[in-house]
C-alpha cells in the first residue's frame, strides 16, 4: 500500500501538543485518578505480585515448620490459616488478577487501541482487588483467616465454632474479588472484538488477543458458578439456610460440583494466558511468524471448552457412580491433546526459525521443562484408580504446583523480563535474569520432586506435622532447602525490578525485534499509538514497511484530539471495519467511591453490621448512578467527525454496535449462568432424595404464574417502548416504561408472595430454601430493572434519551430478555415443576 | 508410567534444546507441521487411548462397578469424628463389635467397608491395601479391600477435617483368619482388666458419659469405645503409644495434645488418681 501522506511538521507538532494534554497523566494525588491502562495495568500487576510475595512468606513459614517431624514452630492453627491463604491468595489474588493485569497493560497497544473501551471500569476492577485482597490478607494478623483450606468444604467451613469470622471473610472478600474479575473479563472481551485497529481482521488478531478472549470468556462461565454457590454458602452461614446441610436435606458434594466447576476451568484460566506471552515471546525470539497459527487457536479454544468438562475428577474419592469416573477420566485425558499441540507449536516454530536466545526464553523453556511434568503427573491422576491413592496427599501438591508454577509463574516471568523494556525504555539485567533462573529452577525442583515421593509414601496434604520415622522425614527436609533455594531466585527477580535504573541508557523502542503492534508505542507518552495505523499483516511491524515511522508521523487515523476528548476507534467484530469514533471516559473519582463503597457493603456484611451494609450500599449506588450519567451514553457535540485518511465516523452509535450493548449482553451471560448454577441446585436435590419436597408446602401455582404473567407483560411493554422511541414518541415511550416498571414490581412482589403465603420456611429444610433462592433472585434483579427503568425515565426527562440517542434504551430493553428468561425459569420451575413430581 | 513419563519429558526437553541451538539446519514450515500433527496429536491421542483402557479396564477389579454379588463375610462399619475412628465390626454370624481407632483384618478375606460422618468430611486411607474413599455426612460409601498378607499398617485421615486434622490416624493390624476370629471374639467380651482397682476412679470422675468399658457401668457413646484400648497398637487416633504415662498426659491435658478435641482436660484431678485412672486403662488388654 502507498503510504497514507504527511501533514506540516508544524500541525503535526500542535497535534501532539493536543494529544499529550488529552492523554496527560495526573500529577499529585490525583495521580492515583487516572484510569489509562497504562497505569491501571501497572497498579494492577505490582499489586498482584505484591499479594504473591505475602503468599510466598506464609509458604516458607510453612515449610520451616515441616521440615522436621513433630515440629512446634507454628501451632495447629495457624497452619491451618496460614496453608488456606497461601492457596486462596495465590490462586485468587495473584494467578488470575495478574493475568487481567498484563491484560489491561497490553492489550490495547496490541490492538492498536488507545485505551480499553471502559477504562474507568478497569479502575474500579483495580481498586475492588486492592480493597478486597487487602481485606482478605489482613485477617491472618488477627488471627481471623480462613482456615478451612482453600476449597472451603462444608461443613467443615460452614461449623462457625470452628471457621469463626474466617470463611465470611473468605466468601464475601472473594466474592468482591470475583465480581471485578468479570467486571475486567467483559472489558477485554469488548476491548479485543470492538477496539481493533481497522484492518486487523479475526484471523490476524496477536495470538495474545485470542487466549484473552478465550480466557475472558472462561471467566464469564467459571467464576458465576462459584458466587453463585458463595452466596448459597453464605446465605447457610448468615442465615441457617441448610444448603449443605444433610440433616435437613442439604448435601455437601453440591458445594464440590460448584466449586469445582468453577475450579477446574480456573486452572485453564491461569495456564492459557501465560501461555499467551509464550505465544508472542517465541515468535519474536525465532524471529519468524508462529507456525500454525489456526493449530493454536483451535487448541486454545478446544482447551477452554474441553476444561468445563473435568471438574468431577477432584472428587474421584467421594463415592461417585463408577461409571462417571470413567467419563471424566477420559475426558481429563482428552485436554492433553490440545495443551500438546500448544507445546508443539512453539516447538516447531523456534525449529523453524533462527532462534536467539535470552532471558525470557530461558524462563520460557525452564517453564516448559516444569510444565510437561505437572502434565505427565496429571495424566497419572486423572486415571481414578491411580488417584484413589494420590489423591489429597502430598503427590498431588507436587502435581499442582509443577502445573501452577511451570505453567503460570516461569511464563510470567519470561513476560516481565520481556515486556519491561515496553514500561520502562529499558531492559532488566541479563545476569541477574540468568542468576535468579537457575536460582529457580533448581529450587523449585529441589523443593516439589521428593513431594511426589512423600505423597507416594502415604503423606496427606494440609498436616501441620507428621511423626517420624514414617519415611517422610528427609524428603520434607529437603524440600524445605529448595523451598528457600526457589525464593531467594525470585527475590532476585524483584531487586532486578526494583533496582534504580536511571543510569542505564534507553534503548530504542522494539530492541527484540519483535512483529507485533505492542512495540510501536512510546514508552514516555501516554497516548498509545499516535496514530492508529491500518493492519494488514499478523506481525505488521515487520511486515508494513515503515510502520513505525509513519504511525509516529500522526500519516494514519485519529492523528488529533481537537475537541479535547479522549478517543478510540471501535471496529466490526470480524473484520474490523471502522463503526464509529469513541469517547472514552477520562480521570475520575467515581470509580474509586463506587469501589470502596461496594468494599465496604463486603466488609459490612462480614462482621453483619446492617446499617452500615445499607448505608454503604447506598453509597455504592449512588457512585455508579452518577458515573453513568456523567459518563456514559453522552450525546456529542456533533454527529461525526473526519478522523484522517478522508473517513468521517460518527460519534454515536446504539444497539448492537455500541461497546455499552456488547458490555451488557457479557455481563447478563456471566449473571445467567450464576442463574443456572443456582437452578442446576435445585434439581441437584430433586435427584438426591427420594422425595426433594420433604413433605413441606410449595409456593402453589397461582402465585408463580401470575408473576410470570407480570413479567412477560413487562418485557412486551419494553419491546414496545424501544418501537414507540425509534418512532419518535418520547410520551409514549415514557408511558411504556412507566407501565413496564408497575408491573415489574408487582410481578416481583407476586413472586415472593407465593412461598410466603404457603408458610415456607427456608431454615426448616432445603426445599423451601432454594425455592426461596430462586424466587428472591429474581426479584433482586426485578429490583436491579426498576432502577435502570427510573434511570430512563430520568434520562428521556433530561433529554439525554431521544429517538436518535437510544443508547440506554437498547441496553435496558436486552436486560430485559435476559431477565425475562430468569424469570420465567424461575417460576415454570417452583410453580409447575412439582406437579410433575 | 514414571519411565514412560521421563522418556516423553526427556524427548520433548531434547527436542527445544535441539531447537534452540545456532548451528542447526532451519527446518521448513512443512516439516514443522508435521511436528505439530505427530507430536501435539496424534501419538498423544495413541497413548493415552491405550493408558485409559488399561484404568478402565482395572477399574471393575478394584472397585465393583455396581453393588457386589459376592457378599463379602465381613463388614466394618467406620465412622470418622473430629479427631478419630469408631469402628463397628459386622461378622456374618453373630452381633456387631463396637471399637476405635484401630481395624483388624482377617488376611485373603474380601472386607466391606462403609464409611460415614457424623460431622465434617473425613477420608478413609489404608495406602498399603487399597485407595481412599471419602467419608461425608448424609451419604454412606462403601469401599472393600482384600489384605493379602499379614502385618501392621497405618492409616490417615485425608481430608482436611479441622484443627487436629494431622493427628488423625489409626492402626490396621493383618491377622490370620482363625486368629482375627479368636481377636474379635475376645473383643466382644469385656477385658480381663474391667474389674481391675482404678475402675471405680474412672466411674467416679464422670468418664462413662463419654466412653464405653465393657462389663462396667460405663456405656457412653460420645468418645472412642475404650474396652480394650489396653491392647491397642496405638493411643488417641495414631499419635501416641499405649502406655501409662501417654495415657496419663492425655486425660490431663487433650487440648494440648490434640488441639481442637472433644474431650475435656482433667488436669485438675491428683496426680495419683490420674495415673491410677491410667493404669487401669492401660490394663483393658
Known sequence: ?837 | MAIAGALIWAAVIGTLIYATRERRRVQSEHAAGLLILWGGAIIPALLLGLLLGYALWLMPDIRPWSAPGEPAGLRIEVEGEQFWWRVRYHPADGPPVDAANEIRLPVGERVEFTLTSSDVIHSFWIPVLGGKMDMIPGRTNRLTLRAAKTGTYRGPCTEFCGTSHALMAFSVVVMEPDAFRDWLADEARPSPGAGAPGGELFIANGCPACHTVRGTEATGAVGPDLSHVGSRETLAAGIMPVDVEAIASFISKPDAIKPGAQMPAFGMLPEADIAAIAAYLEGLK
Open chain 1, 1 to 837: 500500500m502507498k503510504p497514507p501522506p504527511i501533514a506540516p511538521e508544524e500541525v503535526r507538532r500542535a497535534q501532539e501538543k493536543r494529544l499529550r494534554d488529552v492523554w496527560e497523566t495526573p500529577s499529585g494525588w490525583r495521580y492515583w485518578t487516572s484510569v489509562n491502562n497504562t497505569q491501571v495495568g501497572v497498579w494492577y500487576t505490582a499489586t498482584a505480585f505484591a499479594f504473591m510475595l505475602f503468599a510466598g512468606v506464609l509458604a516458607l513459614l510453612m515449610r520451616t515448620q515441616l521440615a522436621v517431624p513433630d515440629n512446634d514452630f507454628l501451632s495447629a492453627d495457624f497452619f491451618n490459616q496460614a496453608f488456606t491463604l497461601h492457596g486462596t491468595v495465590m490462586m485468587f489474588l495473584f494467578a488470575v488478577p495478574m493475568f487481567e493485569a498484563v491484560a489491561i497493560y497490553l492489550l490495547p497497544p496490541m490492538l492498536g487501541a488507545r485505551d480499553l473501551p471502559f477504562p474507568r471500569l478497569s479502575a474500579f476492577g483495580f481498586w475492588s482487588f486492592l480493597i478486597g485482597g487487602a481485606f482478605v490478607c489482613g485477617s491472618i494478623f488477627f488471627d481471623a483467616a480462613p482456615n478451612a483450606g482453600w476449597f472451603m468444604y462444608p461443613p467443615l467451613a460452614t461449623d462457625k465454632q470452628y471457621s469463626g469470622i474466617g470463611a465470611d471473610i473468605w466468601l464475601l472478600g472473594l466474592s468482591f474479588i470475583e465480581v471485578a474479575s468479570i467486571a475486567a473479563a467483559v472489558e477485554l472481551i469488548v476491548g479485543t472484538m470492538k477496539c481493533r485497529a481497522p484492518g486487523m481482521r479475526v484471523n490476524m488478531m496477536p495470538l495474545f488477543a485470542w487466549y484473552l478472549l478465550i480466557v475472558a470468556g472462561m471467566i464469564l462461565f467459571a467464576f458465576p458458578p462459584l458466587i453463585a454457590g458463595d452466596l448459597l454458602f453464605e446465605l447457610e452461614r448468615m442465615f441457617d439456610w441448610p444448603f449443605f446441610d444433610a440433616a435437613r436435606g442439604g448435601d455437601p458434594i453440591l458445594w464440590q460440583h460448584l466449586f469445582w466447576i468453577f475450579g477446574h476451568p480456573e486452572v485453564y484460566i491461569i495456564f492459557l494466558p501465560a501461555i499467551a506471552l509464550m505465544a508472542m515471546i517465541v515468535p519474536t525470539f525465532a524471529q519468524r511468524p508462529i507456525v500454525g497459527y489456526s493449530w493454536i487457536v483451535l487448541a486454545a479454544v478446544g482447551t477452554g471448552f474441553l476444561s468445563f468438562g473435568l471438574w468431577v475428577h477432584h472428587m474421584f474419592a467421594t463415592g461417585l457412580p463408577q461409571i462417571s469416573l470413567a467419563f471424566f477420566s477420559a475426558a481429563s485425558e482428552a485436554v492433553v491433546i490440545p495443551t500438546g499441540v500448544q507445546i508443539f507449536v512453539f516447538i516447531a516454530t523456534l525449529l523453524a526459525g533462527r532462534v536467539i536466545f535470552g532471558v525470557p526464553m530461558l524462563f520460557g523453556a525452564g517453564g516448559l521443562a516444569i510444565f510437561i511434568i505437572g502434565g505427565l503427573t496429571g495424566v497419572m491422576v486423572a486415571l481414578a484408580p491411580f488417584d484413589w491413592q494420590a489423591h489429597d496427599t502430598y503427590f498431588i501438591v507436587a502435581h499442582l504446583h509443577y502445573v501452577l508454577i511451570g505453567g503460570m509463574l516461569f511464563p510470567v516471568v519470561a513476560g516481565l523480563y520481556y515486556f519491561y523494556p515496553l514500561v520502562d525504555g529499558r531492559k532488566l539485567s541479563d545476569r541477574l535474569g540468568k542468576i535468579a533462573f537457575w536460582l529457580m529452577f533448581v529450587g523449585f525442583n529441589v523443593a516439589f520432586f521428593p513431594m511426589h515421593l512423600s505423597g507416594l509414601r502415604g503423606m496427606p496434604r494440609r498436616v501441620f506435622t507428621y511423626p517420624e520415622g514414617l519415611g517422610w522425614d528427609w524428603l520434607n527436609l529437603i524440600s524445605t532447602i529448595g523451598a528457600y533455594v526457589f525464593a531467594a531466585g525470585f527475590l532476585v527477580v524483584v531487586f532486578d525490578v526494583l533496582r534504580p535504573k536511571s543510569r542505564q541508557p534507553a534503548l530504542e523502542r522494539n530492541p527484540w525485534n519483535a512483529g507485533t503492534l505492542e512495540w510501536i508505542n512510546e514508552p514516555d507518552e501516554n497516548w498509545g499509538v499516535r496514530s492508529i495505523p491500518l493492519i494488514e499483516s499478523r506481525y505488521p511491524a515487520w511486515d508494513q514497511q515503515d510502520l513505525i515511522r509513519h504511525t509516529d508521523e500522526g500519516r494514519f487515523y485519529l492523528p488529533d484530539a481537537e475537541e479535547g476528548r479522549r478517543e478510540t476507534l471501535v471496529t466490526s467484530v470480524l473484520d474490523a471495519e471502522p463503526i464509529y469514533c469513541m469517547r472514552v471516559g477520562g480521570n475520575a473519582v467515581s470509580p474509586i467511591v463506587a469501589a470502596f463503597a461496594l468494599g465496604a457493603v463486603f466488609i459490612a456484611l462480614t462482621f453483619e453490621w446492617w446499617v452500615a451494609t445499607a448505608v454503604s450500599a447506598f453509597v455504592t449506588l449512588g457512585a455508579i448512578l452518577f458515573w453513568a450519567w456523567t459518563g456514559t451514553a453522552e450525546i456529542p457535540e456533533k454527529p461525526g467527525k473526519d478522523i484522517g485518511l478522508g473517513l468521517t465516523l460518527p460519534l454515536y452509535r446504539s444497539g448492537p454496535e455500541s461497546v455499552g450493548w456488547w458490555a451488557m449482553f457479557i455481563t447478563m451471560v456471566g449473571d445467567g449462568t450464576a442463574f443456572g448454577s443456582l437452578v442446576f441446585g435445585y434439581f441437584f436435590y430433586w435427584t438426591i432424595h427420594e422425595d426433594f419436597t420433604a413433605g413441606t408446602a410449595g409456593p402453589g401455582v397461582l402465585w408463580p404464574m401470575a408473576a410470570l404473567a407480570c413479567f412477560v407483560a413487562a418485557w412486551l411493554l419494553m419491546l414496545a417502548a424501544r418501537g414507540v422511541n425509534a418512532r419518535g414518541s418520547a410520551i409514549g415511550m415514557r408511558l411504556a416504561v412507566g407501565a413496564a416498571l408497575v408491573l415489574t414490581a408487582v410481578g416481583s412482589l407476586t413472586g415472593l408472595y407465593g412461598p410466603w403465603v404457603h408458610g415456607m420456611d427456608p431454615t426448616a429444610h432445603v426445599y423451601p430454601a432454594i425455592v426461596w433462592v430462586l424466587v428472591a433472585w429474581t426479584a433482586v434483579h426485578g429490583a436491579v430493572g426498576i432502577v435502570m427503568l427510573l434511570y430512563c425515565l430520568a434520562r428521556s426527562f433530561a433529554g439525554k434519551l431521544t429517538t436518535a440517542h437510544d443508547i440506554d434504551i437498547h441496553n435496558v430493553v436486552l436486560f430485559w430478555h435476559f431477565l425475562t428468561v430468569t424469570a420465567v425459569t424461575t417460576f415454570a420451575v417452583v410453580g409447575l415443576f412439582p406437579l410433575a413430581l
